[in-house]
């Protein structure tokens, strides 16, 4: 069976996963000590801001998940978990195995190690401080992907009515804001070493303003598919204008990101929905030709598993300690990573893919 016979794709979405994944990994690329010495104030700046990629990937989500819940005919909670848990847990699952076991060998086995072990199995684990990222630095978001596929089941009732569908969806970006708000007032800038607002902020309920408007973009485009050529392109622009002035506005605002109100309380919601719109008009536009040529729709196929297995590799690689160019172990680093991606999609994710499943039902 060809894999690629799994499911129809949109290249054009799936270039979008592959810019998300490709933002996280320059992130965490140049955020290592070796790297960050080597580029200069503006390439740093460029990269770091990267890490919003993780933005892009809730939108995303919440445009897939939405698509299946107001789609389908009649939605049961448990084939819909059973398929989120088949679509998330086999790469994952791997992952934490092997990132586990390099822990530990480096480390001394402990209560809150093997706590910390049963809470990412369960999908707990970023609920508790210090336990999201301990094994591997990309898990956390995990810990509130899956809280959302969860919390989504009490607000489909209302999604899958069309007079409740945006009242539902500016209900969710408003809790989301004003949670956000209540982490600015109430949790010092310096708790918890500075990182408490971005700990409890980032939690599930701080990041449900990202995932509703993906539900969104979804909608609208739908709405989209009809619309002229130039109304698509208007889309386009609004799209591109929205996202460019939320990123201009962190640019100037990144050294005082958690002091500065507007910044810690609103602009995720100003960067999701420039994500939503450019998601919106991806979906209702056709493919160009020239897409596939610049590997971002394989990136995108295969992103999953690239965002898992990035961060250990670019640790275990250790490159600040080989006696090589900097570029050159870069680029050693993007081949083992696009190679190891590979294989985890293709000997592990799907096989489990849900659709597979469905398709032979």
Same mark, same amino acid.
């Given at each position: 069976m060809?894999?690629?016979?799994?499911?129809?794709?949109l290249?054009?979405?799936?270039?979008?996963?592959?810019?998300?994944?490709?933002?996280?990994?320059?992130?965490h690329?140049?955020?290592?000590?070796?790297?960050?010495?080597a580029?200069?104030?503006?390439?740093?700046?460029?990269?770091?801001i990267?890490?919003f990629?993780?933005?892009?990937?809730y939108?995303?989500?919440?445009?897939?998940?939405?698509k299946i819940?107001?789609?389908?005919?009649?939605l049961n909670p448990?084939?819909f978990?059973?398929?989120?848990c088949?679509?998330?847990?086999?790469?994952?699952i791997a992952c934490?195995v092997v990132?586990?076991?390099i822990?530990?060998?480096?480390?001394e086995?402990?209560?809150?190690?093997?706590?910390?072990?049963?809470l990412h199995?369960?999908?707990l684990?970023?609920?508790?401080?210090?336990?999201?990222?301990?094994?591997?630095?990309?898990?956390?978001?995990l810990g509130?992907e899956?809280p959302y596929?969860?919390?989504i089941?009490?607000?489909?009732?209302?999604?899958?009515?069309?007079?409740?569908?945006?009242?539902?969806?500016i209900?969710?970006?408003l809790?989301?804001i004003?949670f956000?708000?209540?982490?600015?007032?109430?949790?010092?800038l310096?708790?918890?070493?500075?990182?408490?607002?971005?700990?409890?902020?980032?939690?599930?309920l701080g990041?449900?303003? /990202?995932? /509703?408007?993906g539900?969104a973009?979804?909608t609208?485009s739908?709405y989209?598919r009809?619309?002229?050529?130039?109304?698509k392109a /208007?889309?386009?622009?609004?799209?591109m204008?929205?996202?460019?002035?939320a990123?201009?506005?962190?640019w100037?605002?990144a050294?005082?990101?958690?002091?500065?109100?507007?910044?810690?309380? /609103?602009?995720?919601?100003?960067l999701?929905t420039?994500?939503g719109c450019?998601?919106a008009?991806?979906?209702?536009?056709?493919?160009?030709?020239?897409?596939?040529f610049?590997g971002?729709?394989?990136v995108?196929?295969?992103?999953?598993s690239?965002y898992?297995?990035?961060?250990p590799?670019?640790?275990?690689?250790?490159h600040?300690?080989?006696?090589?160019?900097?570029?050159?172990?870069?680029l050693?680093l #993007?081949?083992?990573?696009? #190679?190891?991606?590979?294989?985890s999609?293709r000997f592990?994710?799907i096989?489990?893919?849900?659709l597979?499943h469905?398709?032979?039902?």
């Amino acid at each position: 069976m060809k894999s690629a016979s799994i499911a129809p794709r949109l290249q054009n979405l799936d270039a979008v996963r592959g810019i998300a994944v490709l933002m996280v990994f320059a992130y965490h690329v140049a955020m290592d000590a070796v790297t960050s010495a080597a580029l200069s104030g503006v390439f740093w700046r460029l990269a770091s801001i990267g890490g919003f990629g993780v933005d892009l990937f809730y939108v995303l989500s919440g445009f897939f998940i939405t698509k299946i819940i107001v789609s389908a005919a009649d939605l049961n909670p448990i084939p819909f978990i059973k398929a989120r848990c088949r679509r998330i847990y086999p790469a994952y699952i791997a992952c934490l195995v092997v990132t586990f076991f390099i822990y530990v060998e480096q480390h001394e086995v402990s209560r809150q190690v093997m706590l910390a072990a049963a809470l990412h199995i369960v999908m707990l684990h970023n609920i508790f401080p210090g336990t999201g990222g301990i094994f591997n630095g990309v898990f956390w978001t995990l810990g509130v992907e899956f809280p959302y596929y969860l919390l989504i089941l009490i607000a489909a009732p209302f999604l899958r009515q069309k007079n409740y569908f945006w009242p539902t969806t500016i209900f969710l970006v408003l809790l989301a804001i004003l949670f956000r708000a209540a982490v600015f007032i109430f949790i010092p800038l310096d708790a918890m070493a500075g990182l408490g607002r971005f700990f409890v902020s980032t939690q599930v309920l701080g990041a449900l303003d /990202a995932f /509703a408007i993906g539900g969104a973009a979804y909608t609208l485009s739908q709405y989209a598919r009809r619309w002229s050529f130039g109304r698509k392109a /208007a889309l386009w622009l609004v799209s591109m204008g929205i996202t460019l002035t939320a990123y201009t506005h962190l640019w100037h605002h990144a050294g005082n990101y958690w002091s500065e109100p507007l910044t810690a309380i /609103a602009w995720r919601t100003w960067l999701a929905t420039g994500f939503g719109c450019v998601i919106a008009a991806s979906a209702c536009s056709a493919s160009p030709r020239w897409l596939r040529f610049t590997g971002l729709p394989w990136v995108g196929k295969v992103s999953f598993s690239f965002y898992l297995w990035h961060y250990p590799l670019l640790k275990s690689l250790a490159h600040g300690h080989l006696a090589t160019p900097l570029l050159a172990q870069v680029l050693v680093l #993007v081949l083992v990573v696009c #190679v190891t991606s590979w294989l985890s999609w293709r000997f592990i994710e799907i096989r489990f893919h849900p659709l597979r499943h469905a398709a032979s039902a």
